[in-house]
């Protein structure tokens, strides 16, 4: 059996995703607004320095600047594909958009904010402690970790029940039952590298944050702001 700490996460193929990702999200994603929504409202108001990893093609970010225009927003994204349709964005064209691997480092400037979505569970286990350890180093003193994310439940029996309500979430949106099927043969490949809520709050522990919020929880996926 195959360690899950050292396991590859199975990647997306990000070219052929990117041109789809914006219509997509609110497909595979219960109460996607709800989430993004959340996410957002973490943010401090006013003129804050934000980091925003594995940024894609700016879903999130819009919805950021919506909710604070005066965000100074630096997004970090390895996929060119994705980083193009960002920059097509006119709502992003005060952003900043930088090519490159969490795996690799971080900017070395300091940050108000780190904000992330739906990008961390792509790492496999010891990537992403790594890469917590790397979004502390770059906080201020007083600033957050706001992250949203895919989890897994403790139990096998919660992870069925979960499974069978996504699938029928992603059938009444729409989806074909062989792509709905897909996104479940996805997860389940990916099953043992993603991280329990209770896993995760070890992680941040671990990397110096002490004080951890949990405003939202949905199905398989939650919010969680981290002070420094």
């Known amino acids: 059996m195959s360690d899950p700490h050292t396991r590859t996460v199975r990647a997306p193929d990000w070219r052929e995703l990117s041109a789809r990702y914006d219509g997509m999200v609110p497909r595979i994603l219960p109460a996607a607004d709800l989430f993004f929504r959340c996410c957002s409202d973490c943010v401090p108001r006013g003129r804050v320095e934000v980091l925003e990893l594995g940024s894609g093609t700016g879903y999130a970010t819009e919805r950021l600047l919506r909710r604070n225009p005066r965000a100074r927003v630096t997004c970090l994204d390895r996929s060119a ?25 971080l900017p070395t ?31 201020r003193r007083g600033s957050c970790f706001i992250n949203g994310d895919v989890f897994r439940p403790g ?11 996504w699938f029928r979430f992603m059938r009444a949106q729409g989806m074909a039952p062989s792509e ?19 896993g995760w709050r070890g992680k941040l522990q671990r990397a110096g944050f002490a004080r951890i919020f949990n ?13 420094k």
């Open 109 to 139: 400037r300091r940050f108000d904010v780190v904000f992330t979505t739906l990008c961390l569970h792509h790492l496999a286990n010891r990537e992403r402690q790594a890469a917590v350890g790397r979004v502390f180093r770059v906080l």
């Open 155 to 165: 139990a096998a029996w919660e992870e069925r029940l979960l499974r069978e309500r």
């Open 215 to 227: 405003p939202l929880t949905i199905e398989f996926y939650a919010v969680f702001v981290a002070y």
């Open 81 to 105: 594909d994705m980083l193009a349709i960002a920059a097509a964005k006119p709502a992003l064209k005060r952003v900043e958009l930088v090519q490159g691997d969490i795996r690799d480092g």
């Open 180 to 198: 709905a099927r897909a996104m479940l043969a996805k997860r389940r490949a990916n099953q043992s590298c993603l991280d329990t809520m209770r």
